[in-house]
């Protein structure tokens, strides 16, 4: 017998998952989450340490919320690795489902999120920049409940 994976999923009960801040960006990345071309999502060491968040670990489901915080799907962590930005492969990239075909595209896109003046100010840091030295952390996940709200 065959039991659904996601039937005792309480999206309630489960830490947020959030995607960028909250406002368009974050609505794109949450569509692609929805529509299953987002796959994977890179975030910078110094964030997970400025907040007192642990890494991810594999196995572990969140509630991805929207831009009104609305908890919209449960996804579930399939792989971390921790790399220096200059390790991030093209594969990667373009599971991130933004779009981007190559690794100078999405590293433009991701350079100009992570010297907003937005993750500075969540930094605490108004003068935090990425270079090939700094420590990512890439994370893949797969869609299990989408649509819970």
């Given at each position: 017998?065959?039991?659904?994976?996601?039937?005792?999923?309480?999206?309630?009960?489960?830490?947020?998952?959030?995607?960028?801040?909250?406002?368009?960006?974050?609505?794109?990345?949450?569509?692609?989450?929805?529509?299953?071309s987002?796959?994977?999502?890179t975030?910078v060491?110094?964030?997970?340490?400025?907040?007192g968040?642990?890494?991810?670990?594999?196995?572990?489901?969140?509630a991805?919320?929207?831009?009104?915080?609305?908890?919209?799907?449960?996804?579930?962590?399939t792989?971390?690795?921790?790399?220096?930005?200059?390790?991030?492969?093209?594969?990667?990239?373009?599971?991130?489902?933004?779009?981007?075909?190559?690794?100078?595209?999405?590293?433009?896109?991701?350079?100009?999120?992570?010297h907003?003046?937005?993750?500075?100010?969540?930094?605490?840091?108004?003068?935090?920049?990425?270079?090939?030295?700094?420590?990512?952390?890439?994370?893949?996940?797969?869609?299990?409940?989408?649509?819970?709200?």
């Amino acid at each position: 017998m065959t039991t659904d994976p996601t039937a005792a999923i309480d999206p309630d009960a489960l830490p947020k998952a959030e995607f960028a801040f909250p406002g368009p960006l974050r609505d794109q990345l949450v569509a692609a989450i929805l529509d299953g071309s987002k796959t994977a999502t890179t975030g910078v060491l110094a964030d997970y340490e400025h907040c007192g968040d642990p890494l991810p670990e594999v196995g572990s489901r969140a509630a991805v919320v929207d831009s009104a915080d609305r908890r919209v799907a449960v996804i579930e962590v399939t792989d971390v690795r921790v790399v220096r930005l200059a390790q991030v492969d093209l594969a990667h990239a373009i599971d991130e489902g933004e779009g981007l075909t190559t690794l100078a595209e999405w590293r433009a896109v991701h350079e100009k999120y992570w010297h907003s003046a937005e993750m500075r100010r969540a930094l605490d840091d108004d003068t935090f920049t990425v270079d090939d030295e700094t420590i990512v952390v890439l994370q893949r996940f797969r869609l299990l409940a989408p649509s819970i709200a």
